[in-house]
């Protein structure tokens, strides 16, 4: 009987652990993306125009769906 009660807290013990570490980590995300927000298609446009070359809207949203393909 003892062992079950053992076993019992160490599975209880692995939940809240993981509970808590999901919560952290979402903290922690959250905060990230706040600091960095994900890039937009001024940013590209900024991007492109300190390279000398002035994009047109064509190539940002070709340069956006390139980069939304490659983060999924």
């Known amino acids: ?16 652990g993981l509970i808590i570490g999901f919560l952290i980590a979402k903290h922690f995300m959250q905060k990230f993306m706040k600091e960095n927000p994900p890039i937009n298609e001024k940013m590209i446009e900024a991007m492109m125009s300190s390279m000398g070359r002035k994009p047109s809207q064509k190539q940002v949203k070709q340069v956006m769906r390139e980069i939304n393909r490659h983060s999924k």
């Open 1 to 16: 009987m003892e062992i079950v009660h053992d076993i019992l807290l160490i599975v209880a013990g692995l939940v809240v």
